[in-house]
């Protein structure tokens, strides 16, 4: 019993060791065969600065891969590797700024990236070992060596080769991103020297999130996974709240101006009742303000909050929109005490077709922002097609009736709906002027 007892503990000593021994390994998913590698030695974890080791690996078929600290682009430090066209690889020290490609930090406290042995690209696979004596401070933010949830960005973007020294080259929007922590007690290593020498031998694929202990991660969203003994990666706090933010921002607002605005709209010719169509368009317009409260977090969170095209003109549409109802009710008044469409009457029809087209134009924009990927795209466009078809077929079948069922005890402009079609004899009465 002593010896399995004793066996056990001389494994559990092992394991220990060899968790702070080695360099833990992240491999984001929805990337192929990008991974990274960590490694902080005992001496700068101990005095709280110095070099940290850290490995971007990625098959060629990349244009650019990119790391950054943080746990969003701006004030993040972020270092970006391509291709230089001879084989070897360009390493540039970036700042992130916002939701916008990050420029070359030139500053004083710029990342002095140094590439090591073992970097360049080889059988298709670009590898960079990279050592960084100043990174755990920089403009506009700090890194503490010994954090057990240190915050982490990475992104990608895939293509032909960059091929180019330049560190201020410019680079395209990536195809996706990912956030993740790092407990970095369980990256350090003994030697102040390069420790990836001997993981380049393993396949870029090998693997996926875990440190050499086991335990995984692997970008994966699971809220319960926790960096710490066993593990030392994690999602990035918030990931899944904010991702599920967008997901509801999105179909709350197709679902308010694709479906529920037109449908609201051919309930005047299909039961002829202001009140549903009122009572319809109003549940629509709330869901909007809901819809539009969401998506306001979520530009906030990821710095897209009026800098782009989507946003801009979403609150556009939204804003304007609030003079709907007004010209709603003016409407409906005009029309009882003059049984005829009034220039308020097509305003209040008009405003709301322009402003719904542009809404959905918007929409269209807002997956593009977001990296939606096609199926996304696809759904979107069919609910909108197919929602405005059946708009535009009740709309005509509804001037076709008014057109058939016109008669002479009818006034000619009151055709447009069962509701609002009185005889000549019900015209409010109008005293004449006397003489």
């Not at 990349?62 to 746990?71: E, F, I, N």
């Amino acid at each position: 019993m002593r010896t399995i007892r004793g066996s056990l503990l001389a494994s559990g000593l092992i394991a220990s060791n060899v968790v702070h021994a080695t360099t833990p390994k992240y491999c984001p998913t929805g990337a192929d065969n990008v991974c990274f590698r960590f490694g902080i030695p005992q001496s700068s974890a101990d005095s709280g600065s110095g070099n940290i080791y850290f490995q971007i690996r990625a098959p060629s078929t990349y244009s650019w891969v990119a790391l950054g600290t943080g746990d969003q682009m701006k004030g993040a430090n972020i270092f970006v590797m391509y291709q230089d066209g001879s084989g070897n690889l360009t390493l540039s020290p970036r700042l992130g700024t916002g939701h916008s490609e990050p420029k070359e930090d030139t500053s004083s406290s710029a990342a002095k990236l140094g590439l090591l042995a073992g970097s360049g690209v080889v059988n298709g696979v670009m590898t960079a070992n990279v050592v960084c004596p100043n990174c755990e401070s920089w403009n506009g933010g700090s890194l503490s060596l010994t954090d057990t949830a240190s915050k982490w960005i990475t992104a990608w973007k895939s293509g032909s080769s960059l091929a180019t020294t330049s560190k201020s080259a410019s680079i395209s929007q990536h195809d996706d991103h990912d956030q993740f922590q790092l407990d970095l007690t369980q990256a350090t290593v003994s030697s102040d020297s390069n420790p990836f020498l001997e993981a380049d031998t393993e396949d870029p694929g090998s693997g996926s999130g875990g440190g050499s202990s086991g335990g995984g991660g692997g970008g994966s969203d699971d809220p319960g996974i926790v960096a710490g003994p066993g593990n030392p990666f994690a999602p990035g706090v918030g990931r899944t709240r904010r991702n599920a933010a967008l997901v509801a921002h999105s179909v709350i607002m197709t679902a308010t101006f694709a479906a529920l605005y037109p449908l609201g709209a051919m309930l005047m010719p299909l039961t002829g009742s202001w009140i549903a169509h009122a009572i319809w368009q109003t549940v629509a317009f709330v869901m909007m303000w809901v819809g539009f409260g969401i998506g306001m977090r979520v530009a906030q969170d990821r710095n897209m909050l009026f800098n782009n095209t989507h946003t801009k003109l979403g609150t556009a549409v939204v804003f304007l929109l609030l003079i709907q109802p007004v010209l709603g009710v003016m409407h409906h008044k005009y029309f009882l005490k003059y049984r005829e469409r009034g220039l308020v009457s097509y305003a209040h029809i008009w405003w709301g077709r322009v402003l719904l087209t542009t809404a959905i134009v918007n929409g269209g924009l807002g997956l593009k922002l977001s990296n939606a990927n096609n199926s996304a795209v696809v759904a979107y466009s069919i609910i909108a097609a197919v929602c405005f078809g059946i708009y535009a077929i009740v709309k005509s079948w509804a001037v076709v009736r008014r057109g058939r069922q016109q008669g002479p005890h009818f006034r000619k402009s009151d055709n447009f709906t069962h509701q609002q079609r009185y005889p000549v004899g019900r015209q409010p009465y109008r005293p004449r002027n006397r003489v």
